[in-house]
Protein backbone atom coordinates (compact mmCIF):
# COMPACT_ATOMS: atom_id res chain seq x y z
CA UNK A 1 0.00 0.00 0.00
CA UNK A 2 2.78 2.44 0.44
CA UNK A 3 4.38 1.58 -1.98
CA UNK A 4 1.18 2.50 -4.01
CA UNK A 5 0.92 5.81 -2.12
CA UNK A 6 4.26 6.75 -3.15
CA UNK A 7 3.77 6.07 -6.85
CA UNK A 8 0.89 8.53 -6.63
CA UNK A 9 3.17 11.40 -5.56
CA UNK A 10 5.20 11.18 -8.66
CA UNK A 11 5.29 14.06 -11.35
CA UNK A 12 2.80 12.94 -14.57
CA UNK A 13 4.80 13.44 -18.12
CA UNK A 14 2.39 15.54 -20.21
CA UNK A 15 3.18 15.73 -23.69
CA UNK A 16 3.51 19.68 -24.67
CA UNK A 17 2.57 21.50 -28.03
CA UNK A 18 5.45 21.96 -30.97
CA UNK A 19 6.69 25.58 -30.56
CA UNK A 20 7.84 28.00 -33.93
CA UNK A 21 12.08 28.09 -34.61
CA UNK A 22 13.64 30.97 -32.57
CA UNK A 23 16.60 32.75 -33.89
CA UNK A 24 18.93 34.67 -31.58
CA UNK A 25 19.36 38.07 -32.16
CA UNK A 26 23.42 37.78 -32.17
CA UNK A 27 22.79 36.14 -35.80
CA UNK A 28 21.88 39.37 -36.97
CA UNK A 29 25.25 41.06 -37.93
CA UNK A 30 26.75 38.23 -39.60
CA UNK A 31 23.80 37.87 -41.50
CA UNK A 32 24.16 42.19 -42.96
CA UNK A 33 27.84 41.30 -43.10
CA UNK A 34 27.01 38.41 -45.52
CA UNK A 35 24.32 40.46 -47.32
CA UNK A 36 26.81 43.51 -47.60
CA UNK A 37 29.49 41.29 -49.20
CA UNK A 38 27.06 39.77 -51.87
CA UNK A 39 26.28 43.51 -52.54
CA UNK A 40 29.73 44.04 -53.33
CA UNK A 41 30.51 41.11 -55.22
CA UNK A 42 27.61 41.73 -57.48
CA UNK A 43 28.28 45.56 -57.94
CA UNK A 44 32.35 44.61 -58.45
CA UNK A 45 30.85 42.07 -61.06
CA UNK A 46 28.77 44.40 -62.60
CA UNK A 47 31.44 47.54 -62.68
CA UNK A 48 34.61 45.82 -62.90
CA UNK A 49 36.11 46.00 -66.34
CA UNK A 50 37.52 43.30 -68.61
CA UNK A 51 40.97 41.83 -67.64
CA UNK A 52 43.47 41.60 -70.53
CA UNK A 53 47.44 40.65 -71.58
CA UNK A 54 50.11 42.41 -72.99
CA UNK A 55 52.46 40.64 -74.01
CA UNK A 56 56.20 42.77 -74.51
CA UNK A 57 59.50 41.85 -75.80
CA UNK A 58 60.48 43.70 -72.23
CA UNK A 59 58.74 45.90 -69.54
CA UNK A 60 61.25 48.06 -68.26
CA UNK A 61 59.67 49.89 -64.78
CA UNK A 62 56.26 48.45 -65.61
CA UNK A 63 55.46 46.97 -61.62
CA UNK A 64 51.57 44.91 -60.45
CA UNK A 65 49.77 47.43 -58.84
CA UNK A 66 51.65 50.48 -59.29
CA UNK A 67 52.08 50.94 -63.39
CA UNK A 68 48.95 52.66 -65.14
CA UNK A 69 47.32 52.44 -68.49
CA UNK A 70 46.20 55.76 -69.65
CA UNK A 71 44.66 57.35 -72.68
CA UNK A 72 44.76 60.78 -72.90
CA UNK A 73 46.65 60.93 -69.51
CA UNK A 74 43.18 59.40 -68.07
CA UNK A 75 44.24 56.44 -66.10
CA UNK A 76 41.67 53.57 -67.88
CA UNK A 77 43.64 50.49 -66.06
CA UNK A 78 46.07 49.12 -63.65
CA UNK A 79 48.81 46.77 -64.19
CA UNK A 80 48.02 43.38 -61.41
CA UNK A 81 50.27 40.77 -62.75
CA UNK A 82 53.83 40.83 -64.45
CA UNK A 83 55.53 37.52 -65.37
CA UNK A 84 57.73 35.68 -67.85
CA UNK A 85 56.16 33.94 -70.88
CA UNK A 86 55.72 30.20 -70.86
CA UNK A 87 59.17 29.88 -73.46
CA UNK A 88 60.50 32.53 -71.10
CA UNK A 89 61.37 34.82 -74.23
CA UNK A 90 58.71 37.54 -73.16
CA UNK A 91 57.06 39.45 -70.84
CA UNK A 92 53.31 39.06 -70.09
CA UNK A 93 51.62 41.83 -68.42
CA UNK A 94 48.30 41.35 -67.16
CA UNK A 95 45.91 44.28 -66.56
CA UNK A 96 42.86 45.13 -65.14
CA UNK A 97 40.54 47.52 -67.27
CA UNK A 98 37.85 49.76 -65.74
CA UNK A 99 34.67 49.57 -67.07
CA UNK A 100 33.62 52.65 -68.81
CA UNK A 101 36.91 51.78 -71.06
CA UNK A 102 35.98 48.38 -71.95
CA UNK A 103 34.35 49.34 -75.80
CA UNK A 104 37.99 50.70 -76.16
CA UNK A 105 39.70 47.10 -75.97
CA UNK A 106 39.16 46.20 -79.89
CA UNK A 107 41.60 43.57 -82.03
CA UNK A 108 43.62 46.12 -83.20
CA UNK A 109 44.34 48.47 -79.87
CA UNK A 110 47.98 49.41 -79.35
CA UNK A 111 49.73 49.35 -75.58
CA UNK A 112 53.64 50.63 -75.15
CA UNK A 113 56.10 51.44 -72.57
CA UNK A 114 55.84 55.05 -72.18
CA UNK A 115 59.49 56.16 -70.51
CA UNK A 116 61.99 59.10 -71.39
CA UNK A 117 63.57 58.80 -74.44
CA UNK A 118 66.10 61.41 -75.85
CA UNK A 119 66.83 61.03 -79.53
CA UNK A 120 68.25 63.50 -82.45
CA UNK A 121 65.00 64.53 -83.31
CA UNK A 122 63.35 65.27 -79.71
CA UNK A 123 62.91 64.83 -76.11
CA UNK A 124 59.41 62.64 -74.90
CA UNK A 125 58.43 61.38 -71.84
CA UNK A 126 59.80 63.66 -69.25
CA UNK A 127 56.80 63.86 -67.48
CA UNK A 128 57.78 60.19 -66.02
CA UNK A 129 60.78 61.13 -64.36
CA UNK A 130 58.32 61.81 -61.19
CA UNK A 131 55.76 59.74 -61.92
CA UNK A 132 57.11 56.66 -63.12
CA UNK A 133 56.59 54.62 -66.40
CA UNK A 134 52.83 53.61 -67.81
CA UNK A 135 51.59 51.88 -70.36
CA UNK A 136 50.47 54.04 -73.31
CA UNK A 137 47.10 53.21 -75.23
CA UNK A 138 45.51 53.92 -78.45
CA UNK A 139 42.51 53.20 -79.83
CA UNK A 140 41.95 51.01 -83.06
CA UNK A 141 39.46 50.79 -85.59
CA UNK A 142 38.28 47.32 -85.56
CA UNK A 143 34.63 46.47 -84.36
CA UNK A 144 35.95 43.18 -82.44
CA UNK A 145 37.02 42.93 -78.73
CA UNK A 146 40.25 41.69 -77.76
CA UNK A 147 41.71 40.72 -74.41
CA UNK A 148 45.10 39.59 -75.96
CA UNK A 149 47.69 42.22 -77.33
CA UNK A 150 51.20 42.35 -79.02
CA UNK A 151 53.13 45.65 -77.07
CA UNK A 152 54.94 47.86 -79.28
CA UNK A 153 58.65 48.73 -78.43
CA UNK A 154 58.24 52.36 -79.90
CA UNK A 155 55.17 54.78 -79.01
CA UNK A 156 53.90 55.34 -82.60
CA UNK A 157 54.53 59.15 -83.86
CA UNK A 158 50.97 59.89 -85.03
CA UNK A 159 47.77 58.65 -83.29
CA UNK A 160 44.43 57.96 -84.67
CA UNK A 161 42.86 60.87 -83.35
CA UNK A 162 45.83 63.25 -84.66
CA UNK A 163 44.46 65.28 -87.39
CA UNK A 164 45.49 65.38 -90.83
CA UNK A 165 46.72 63.10 -93.35
CA UNK A 166 49.33 60.69 -94.47
CA UNK A 167 51.12 61.02 -97.91
CA UNK A 168 53.33 58.01 -99.61
CA UNK A 169 57.52 59.74 -100.80
CA UNK A 170 59.61 57.30 -103.11
CA UNK A 171 63.15 58.04 -102.97
CA UNK A 172 66.24 55.80 -103.90
CA UNK A 173 67.63 55.81 -100.83
CA UNK A 174 66.62 57.53 -97.20
CA UNK A 175 69.55 59.64 -96.68
CA UNK A 176 69.93 61.69 -93.20
CA UNK A 177 65.70 61.25 -92.95
CA UNK A 178 64.56 59.01 -89.55
CA UNK A 179 61.20 58.63 -87.89
CA UNK A 180 60.15 61.73 -86.58
CA UNK A 181 62.13 63.87 -89.04
CA UNK A 182 60.55 67.63 -89.30
CA UNK A 183 58.09 68.17 -92.48
CA UNK A 184 58.37 71.88 -93.71
CA UNK A 185 56.06 74.01 -96.11
CA UNK A 186 57.48 77.32 -96.42
CA UNK A 187 59.93 76.82 -93.87
CA UNK A 188 57.10 76.20 -91.00
CA UNK A 189 56.92 72.88 -90.06
CA UNK A 190 53.66 71.46 -90.41
CA UNK A 191 54.67 67.44 -89.73
CA UNK A 192 57.25 64.89 -89.68
CA UNK A 193 57.99 61.37 -91.10
CA UNK A 194 56.31 58.52 -89.54
CA UNK A 195 57.93 55.80 -91.20
CA UNK A 196 60.15 54.42 -94.04
CA UNK A 197 60.71 50.92 -95.45
CA UNK A 198 62.39 49.18 -98.74
CA UNK A 199 60.16 48.81 -101.62
CA UNK A 200 58.85 45.69 -102.54
CA UNK A 201 61.31 45.59 -105.49
CA UNK A 202 64.42 46.71 -103.00
CA UNK A 203 65.44 49.16 -105.75
CA UNK A 204 63.83 52.17 -103.52
CA UNK A 205 62.50 53.63 -100.24
CA UNK A 206 58.95 53.90 -99.38
CA UNK A 207 58.53 56.80 -97.07
CA UNK A 208 55.57 57.75 -95.21
CA UNK A 209 55.19 61.26 -93.60
CA UNK A 210 51.86 63.17 -92.14
CA UNK A 211 51.06 66.29 -92.35
CA UNK A 212 49.01 68.26 -89.93
CA UNK A 213 45.58 69.48 -90.77
CA UNK A 214 44.57 72.47 -91.68
CA UNK A 215 48.17 72.31 -93.47
CA UNK A 216 47.17 69.08 -95.84
CA UNK A 217 45.01 71.36 -97.64
CA UNK A 218 48.29 72.41 -99.27
CA UNK A 219 49.03 68.97 -101.15
CA UNK A 220 47.59 68.20 -104.33
CA UNK A 221 48.62 66.29 -107.80
CA UNK A 222 51.21 69.21 -108.08
CA UNK A 223 52.80 69.26 -105.16
CA UNK A 224 56.68 68.56 -105.12
CA UNK A 225 58.51 67.38 -102.48
CA UNK A 226 62.65 67.31 -101.48
CA UNK A 227 65.02 66.28 -98.97
CA UNK A 228 65.37 69.90 -97.26
CA UNK A 229 68.55 68.12 -94.82
CA UNK A 230 72.01 69.39 -94.66
CA UNK A 231 73.06 73.08 -96.36
CA UNK A 232 72.15 74.15 -99.92
CA UNK A 233 74.84 75.71 -100.89
CA UNK A 234 75.11 77.77 -104.17
CA UNK A 235 77.82 80.44 -105.66
CA UNK A 236 76.88 82.87 -107.87
CA UNK A 237 78.12 86.28 -109.41
CA UNK A 238 76.77 87.76 -106.04
CA UNK A 239 78.68 85.39 -103.84
CA UNK A 240 78.00 82.44 -101.74
CA UNK A 241 74.37 81.76 -100.83
CA UNK A 242 73.73 79.12 -98.02
CA UNK A 243 70.29 78.45 -96.95
CA UNK A 244 68.64 75.18 -94.98
CA UNK A 245 65.50 74.98 -93.09
CA UNK A 246 66.50 74.75 -89.94
CA UNK A 247 69.23 73.92 -86.86
CA UNK A 248 67.22 70.24 -86.67
CA UNK A 249 66.70 69.55 -90.49
CA UNK A 250 70.42 70.43 -90.27
CA UNK A 251 71.36 67.89 -87.47
CA UNK A 252 68.45 64.69 -88.05
CA UNK A 253 67.18 65.80 -91.42
CA UNK A 254 63.75 67.07 -92.97
CA UNK A 255 61.82 67.05 -95.98
CA UNK A 256 59.75 70.09 -97.56
CA UNK A 257 57.34 70.50 -100.29
CA UNK A 258 56.39 73.37 -102.06
CA UNK A 259 54.56 74.31 -105.43
CA UNK A 260 56.37 75.67 -108.39
CA UNK A 261 55.28 78.48 -109.58
CA UNK A 262 54.98 77.26 -113.27
CA UNK A 263 52.20 74.81 -112.20
CA UNK A 264 48.39 75.45 -111.88
CA UNK A 265 45.31 74.29 -109.69
CA UNK A 266 46.00 70.63 -109.02
CA UNK A 267 43.46 68.37 -108.05
CA UNK A 268 43.17 66.99 -104.44
CA UNK A 269 46.03 64.25 -103.64
CA UNK A 270 44.91 60.96 -103.68
CA UNK A 271 46.16 57.49 -102.13
CA UNK A 272 49.61 58.27 -104.63
CA UNK A 273 53.16 58.50 -104.40
CA UNK A 274 54.82 61.11 -104.86
CA UNK A 275 58.55 61.52 -105.92
CA UNK A 276 61.39 62.89 -103.31
CA UNK A 277 63.74 65.00 -104.97
CA UNK A 278 67.20 65.02 -103.87
CA UNK A 279 67.28 69.38 -103.43
CA UNK A 280 64.94 72.00 -104.18
CA UNK A 281 66.64 72.88 -107.85
CA UNK A 282 65.47 69.55 -109.21
CA UNK A 283 62.03 69.68 -107.39
CA UNK A 284 60.85 73.06 -109.03
CA UNK A 285 62.76 72.53 -112.19
CA UNK A 286 59.87 73.01 -114.82
CA UNK A 287 59.53 70.17 -117.36
CA UNK A 288 60.84 70.47 -120.66
CA UNK A 289 58.64 69.21 -124.04
CA UNK A 290 60.85 69.45 -126.57
CA UNK A 291 64.15 67.42 -125.54
CA UNK A 292 66.66 67.09 -128.32
CA UNK A 293 69.67 64.30 -127.81
CA UNK A 294 73.21 64.42 -129.13
CA UNK A 295 76.49 62.47 -128.75
CA UNK A 296 79.60 64.49 -128.33
CA UNK A 297 83.11 63.12 -128.96
CA UNK A 298 86.11 64.27 -127.34
CA UNK A 299 89.84 62.90 -127.29
CA UNK A 300 90.62 64.39 -123.33
CA UNK A 301 90.41 63.91 -120.12
CA UNK A 302 86.85 63.67 -119.12
CA UNK A 303 87.84 63.96 -115.47
CA UNK A 304 85.48 66.31 -113.56
CA UNK A 305 82.44 66.09 -116.45
CA UNK A 306 79.37 64.20 -115.11
CA UNK A 307 75.84 63.35 -115.68
CA UNK A 308 73.85 66.49 -114.88
CA UNK A 309 76.41 69.08 -115.44
CA UNK A 310 75.08 71.85 -117.69
CA UNK A 311 75.09 72.56 -121.30
CA UNK A 312 75.15 76.16 -121.89
CA UNK A 313 75.18 78.39 -125.10
CA UNK A 314 77.04 81.76 -125.21
CA UNK A 315 77.16 81.22 -121.61
CA UNK A 316 73.24 80.54 -120.87
CA UNK A 317 72.47 77.24 -120.18
CA UNK A 318 70.25 75.00 -122.62
CA UNK A 319 70.68 71.77 -121.58
CA UNK A 320 72.61 69.18 -119.31
CA UNK A 321 74.80 66.17 -119.29
CA UNK A 322 73.00 62.95 -119.80
CA UNK A 323 75.77 60.20 -119.88
CA UNK A 324 79.88 60.12 -119.83
CA UNK A 325 81.06 57.21 -121.49
CA UNK A 326 84.02 55.25 -123.90
CA UNK A 327 83.77 54.92 -127.53
CA UNK A 328 85.79 52.13 -128.87
CA UNK A 329 86.40 52.10 -132.93
CA UNK A 330 87.44 48.55 -133.43
CA UNK A 331 89.12 48.35 -136.32
CA UNK A 332 91.62 51.74 -135.49
CA UNK A 333 91.41 50.56 -131.89
CA UNK A 334 90.96 54.26 -131.22
CA UNK A 335 89.68 55.00 -127.83
CA UNK A 336 87.83 58.49 -126.85
CA UNK A 337 85.47 59.96 -124.82
CA UNK A 338 81.75 59.65 -125.27
CA UNK A 339 79.25 62.47 -124.06
CA UNK A 340 75.69 62.45 -124.48
CA UNK A 341 73.90 65.62 -123.68
CA UNK A 342 70.17 66.45 -124.16
CA UNK A 343 69.17 70.45 -124.71
CA UNK A 344 65.96 71.92 -124.34
CA UNK A 345 65.20 74.18 -127.32
CA UNK A 346 62.19 76.05 -125.33
CA UNK A 347 65.07 77.57 -123.17
CA UNK A 348 66.36 79.43 -125.99
CA UNK A 349 62.79 80.53 -127.53
CA UNK A 350 62.05 82.04 -124.23
CA UNK A 351 65.08 84.27 -124.45
CA UNK A 352 63.86 85.71 -127.29
CA UNK A 353 61.69 88.91 -128.09
CA UNK A 354 58.52 88.24 -128.72
CA UNK A 355 58.75 88.46 -132.57
CA UNK A 356 61.92 86.40 -133.14
CA UNK A 357 60.22 83.74 -130.05
CA UNK A 358 57.15 83.55 -132.67
CA UNK A 359 59.50 82.13 -135.64
CA UNK A 360 61.87 80.43 -133.32
CA UNK A 361 58.78 78.11 -131.71
CA UNK A 362 58.27 77.33 -135.38
CA UNK A 363 61.31 75.77 -136.00
CA UNK A 364 62.24 74.57 -133.02
CA UNK A 365 58.78 72.89 -132.79
CA UNK A 366 59.75 71.05 -136.30
CA UNK A 367 62.36 68.33 -136.24
CA UNK A 368 63.24 68.89 -139.72
CA UNK A 369 63.19 72.36 -139.47
CA UNK A 370 65.42 72.12 -136.61
CA UNK A 371 67.55 69.94 -137.84
CA UNK A 372 68.31 71.92 -140.95
CA UNK A 373 68.75 75.20 -138.53
CA UNK A 374 71.59 73.49 -136.61
CA UNK A 375 73.29 72.17 -139.92
CA UNK A 376 73.33 75.61 -141.14
CA UNK A 377 74.93 77.09 -137.53
CA UNK A 378 77.63 74.59 -138.03
CA UNK A 379 78.23 74.86 -141.49
CA UNK A 380 78.58 78.12 -141.90
CA UNK A 381 78.79 79.78 -138.48
CA UNK A 382 80.95 77.28 -136.83
CA UNK A 383 79.34 75.92 -133.98
CA UNK A 384 81.26 73.76 -131.97
CA UNK A 385 81.15 72.15 -128.49
CA UNK A 386 83.87 72.45 -126.03
CA UNK A 387 84.55 71.17 -122.80
CA UNK A 388 85.27 73.78 -120.12
CA UNK A 389 86.34 74.45 -117.06
CA UNK A 390 83.68 75.29 -113.73
CA UNK A 391 85.26 75.94 -111.13
CA UNK A 392 89.44 75.83 -111.21
CA UNK A 393 89.07 74.98 -107.16
CA UNK A 394 87.27 71.28 -107.70
CA UNK A 395 87.70 70.99 -111.38
CA UNK A 396 84.54 70.90 -112.54
CA UNK A 397 83.45 70.94 -116.33
CA UNK A 398 80.94 71.60 -118.54
CA UNK A 399 80.09 71.56 -121.96
CA UNK A 400 79.56 74.69 -123.98
CA UNK A 401 78.31 75.66 -127.28
CA UNK A 402 80.15 78.61 -129.10
CA UNK A 403 81.09 79.51 -131.97
CA UNK A 404 84.13 79.42 -133.91
CA UNK A 405 84.47 80.39 -137.26
CA UNK A 406 87.69 79.78 -138.20
CA UNK A 407 87.39 76.45 -136.85
CA UNK A 408 87.34 73.23 -139.44
CA UNK A 409 85.09 72.53 -141.75
CA UNK A 410 82.43 70.01 -140.14
CA UNK A 411 78.46 68.51 -140.54
CA UNK A 412 76.17 67.48 -137.84
CA UNK A 413 76.23 63.05 -138.29
CA UNK A 414 72.69 62.45 -138.78
CA UNK A 415 73.37 59.06 -139.59
CA UNK A 416 74.00 58.22 -135.75
CA UNK A 417 71.46 58.14 -132.88
CA UNK A 418 71.34 60.53 -131.44
CA UNK A 419 73.73 62.57 -133.82
CA UNK A 420 76.80 63.24 -133.50
CA UNK A 421 78.04 67.41 -132.83
CA UNK A 422 81.27 68.51 -134.57
CA UNK A 423 83.91 69.48 -131.07
CA UNK A 424 86.92 71.73 -131.08
CA UNK A 425 89.31 71.16 -128.17
CA UNK A 426 89.35 72.99 -124.73
CA UNK A 427 92.22 75.19 -124.01
CA UNK A 428 92.94 73.59 -120.89
CA UNK A 429 95.07 70.61 -122.53
CA UNK A 430 96.88 73.77 -124.54
CA UNK A 431 97.14 75.40 -121.62
CA UNK A 432 98.87 72.69 -120.10
CA UNK A 433 101.26 71.71 -122.52
CA UNK A 434 102.68 75.58 -122.50
CA UNK A 435 102.39 75.56 -118.70
CA UNK A 436 104.72 72.25 -118.84
CA UNK A 437 106.99 73.79 -121.83
CA UNK A 438 107.73 76.83 -119.82
CA UNK A 439 108.60 74.53 -117.03
CA UNK A 440 110.46 72.47 -118.77
CA UNK A 441 112.70 75.65 -119.90
CA UNK A 442 113.10 76.99 -116.64
CA UNK A 443 114.21 74.23 -115.09
CA UNK A 444 117.04 73.83 -117.85
CA UNK A 445 118.45 77.63 -116.56
CA UNK A 446 121.33 77.90 -115.38
CA UNK A 447 119.73 79.74 -112.26
CA UNK A 448 123.46 79.27 -110.33
CA UNK A 449 125.62 81.37 -113.21
CA UNK A 450 122.60 83.97 -113.34
CA UNK A 451 122.61 84.56 -109.70
CA UNK A 452 126.47 85.14 -109.88
CA UNK A 453 126.50 86.79 -112.94
CA UNK A 454 123.35 89.05 -110.92
CA UNK A 455 125.41 89.91 -107.74
CA UNK A 456 128.52 90.53 -109.90
CA UNK A 457 126.82 93.31 -111.94
CA UNK A 458 125.38 94.68 -108.23
CA UNK A 459 129.05 95.25 -107.33
CA UNK A 460 129.64 96.65 -110.09
CA UNK A 461 126.55 99.14 -109.97
CA UNK A 462 127.30 99.80 -106.59
CA UNK A 463 131.17 100.88 -107.72
CA UNK A 464 130.01 103.27 -110.09
CA UNK A 465 127.55 104.73 -107.91
CA UNK A 466 130.67 105.73 -105.61
CA UNK A 467 132.38 106.89 -108.54
CA UNK A 468 129.57 108.94 -109.13
CA UNK A 469 129.18 110.73 -106.12
CA UNK A 470 132.91 111.78 -105.64
CA UNK A 471 133.25 113.04 -108.96
CA UNK A 472 129.72 115.20 -107.58
CA UNK A 473 131.62 115.80 -104.79
CA UNK A 474 135.01 117.29 -106.90
CA UNK A 475 132.64 118.90 -109.15
CA UNK A 476 130.53 120.87 -106.70
CA UNK A 477 134.19 121.51 -104.69
CA UNK A 478 136.47 122.48 -107.77
CA UNK A 479 135.40 123.61 -111.03
CA UNK A 480 131.83 125.55 -109.25
CA UNK A 481 133.79 127.71 -107.56
CA UNK A 482 135.58 128.90 -109.96
CA UNK A 483 132.93 129.01 -112.57
CA UNK A 484 130.61 131.02 -110.13
CA UNK A 485 133.61 133.48 -109.87
CA UNK A 486 133.84 134.09 -113.72
CA UNK A 487 130.04 134.79 -114.08
CA UNK A 488 129.81 136.86 -111.07
CA UNK A 489 133.16 139.13 -112.83
CA UNK A 490 131.20 138.78 -115.98
CA UNK A 491 128.16 140.51 -114.58
CA UNK A 492 130.16 143.24 -113.14
CA UNK A 493 131.51 143.83 -116.57
CA UNK A 494 128.15 143.96 -118.37
CA UNK A 495 127.18 146.37 -115.70
CA UNK A 496 130.07 148.36 -116.41
CA UNK A 497 129.12 148.45 -120.31
CA UNK A 498 125.33 149.59 -119.33
CA UNK A 499 126.12 152.69 -117.63
CA UNK A 500 128.66 153.72 -120.44
CA UNK A 501 125.99 153.13 -123.02
CA UNK A 502 123.54 154.82 -121.33
CA UNK A 503 125.71 158.29 -120.95
CA UNK A 504 125.03 158.14 -116.89
CA UNK A 505 128.51 158.27 -116.03
CA UNK A 506 130.16 161.72 -115.85
CA UNK A 507 133.93 160.34 -115.92
CA UNK A 508 133.27 159.49 -119.88
CA UNK A 509 133.08 163.40 -120.35
CA UNK A 510 136.93 164.43 -122.58
CA UNK A 511 139.24 162.55 -124.42
CA UNK A 512 141.77 161.65 -121.36
CA UNK A 513 139.18 161.68 -119.07
CA UNK A 514 138.88 158.83 -116.54
CA UNK A 515 135.82 157.55 -117.51
CA UNK A 516 137.29 157.03 -121.09
CA UNK A 517 140.40 155.08 -119.82
CA UNK A 518 138.35 153.23 -117.78
CA UNK A 519 136.24 152.36 -120.35
CA UNK A 520 138.80 150.97 -122.63
CA UNK A 521 140.29 149.27 -119.39
CA UNK A 522 136.65 147.80 -119.38
CA UNK A 523 136.56 146.91 -122.67
CA UNK A 524 139.62 145.04 -122.26
CA UNK A 525 138.20 143.18 -118.99
CA UNK A 526 135.58 142.09 -121.48
CA UNK A 527 137.62 140.96 -123.47
CA UNK A 528 139.59 138.84 -121.36
CA UNK A 529 136.43 137.53 -119.73
CA UNK A 530 135.38 136.44 -123.69
CA UNK A 531 138.68 134.73 -123.98
CA UNK A 532 138.71 133.34 -120.42
CA UNK A 533 134.93 131.56 -121.42
CA UNK A 534 136.31 130.58 -125.36
CA UNK A 535 139.42 128.63 -124.05
CA UNK A 536 136.93 126.94 -120.79
CA UNK A 537 134.51 126.00 -123.40
CA UNK A 538 137.33 124.26 -126.27
CA UNK A 539 138.68 122.15 -122.85
CA UNK A 540 135.50 121.02 -121.78
CA UNK A 541 134.68 120.09 -125.95
CA UNK A 542 137.97 118.29 -125.40
CA UNK A 543 137.64 117.13 -122.19
CA UNK A 544 134.27 116.69 -121.03
CA UNK A 545 135.35 113.78 -118.08
CA UNK A 546 136.13 117.41 -116.58
CA UNK A 547 133.13 118.09 -115.34
CA UNK A 548 133.28 114.38 -113.12
CA UNK A 549 136.98 114.41 -112.67
CA UNK A 550 138.27 117.99 -112.24
CA UNK A 551 141.43 119.71 -114.42
CA UNK A 552 144.22 117.29 -114.66
CA UNK A 553 147.78 118.30 -114.59
CA UNK A 554 148.01 120.32 -117.73
CA UNK A 555 148.45 124.35 -117.04
CA UNK A 556 145.73 126.93 -118.38
Known amino acids: MAETADRDDLPVATLAPKRGLRVSAIWIIPLFAAIVAIGIAVNRVLNEGP ?16 TFIKYKDVKIGHVTAVELSEDYT ?19 AKFWVVQPRVTLSGISGLGTLLSGNYIGFEVGTSHEGGRLFQGL ?32 YRRFQVGQVIAYDLAADGRSVEIKVVVDAPYDRYVDTETRFWNASGLDVSVGAGGVDIRTESVVALLVGGIAFDKPSFAGAGEPAADRAFT ?80 Q ?41 FVALD ?60 RAIRDVAKAVNHIDQGITPELKSAIVEFHRTLDSA ?29 ARAARSLRVLSDYLDRHPEALLRGKTGEKP
Open 51 to 66: TIAIVFKAAEGVEAGK
Open 90 to 108: QVRVTAQIAKFAEGLMVAD
Open 153 to 184: EVAPIVTTDRPGRVFRLTADDIGSLSVGSPLY
Open 276 to 355: LYSDRTKAMKQPESIARHYVLYFSESLRGLSAGAPVTLLGLTVGEVVDVAFDLDPKTLRLRGRVEVVTYPERLVARLSTE
Open 357 to 397: ATTAAAIVGSDQKAGAFLQRMVEERGLRAQLRSGNLLTGQL
Open 403 to 462: FYPDAAKAEVDWGQNPPAMPTVPSILPDLEAKVSSILVKLDKLPFEAISADVRTAIETFN
Open 498 to 526: DRVLKGTDATLVGKDAPGQQALRDALQEV
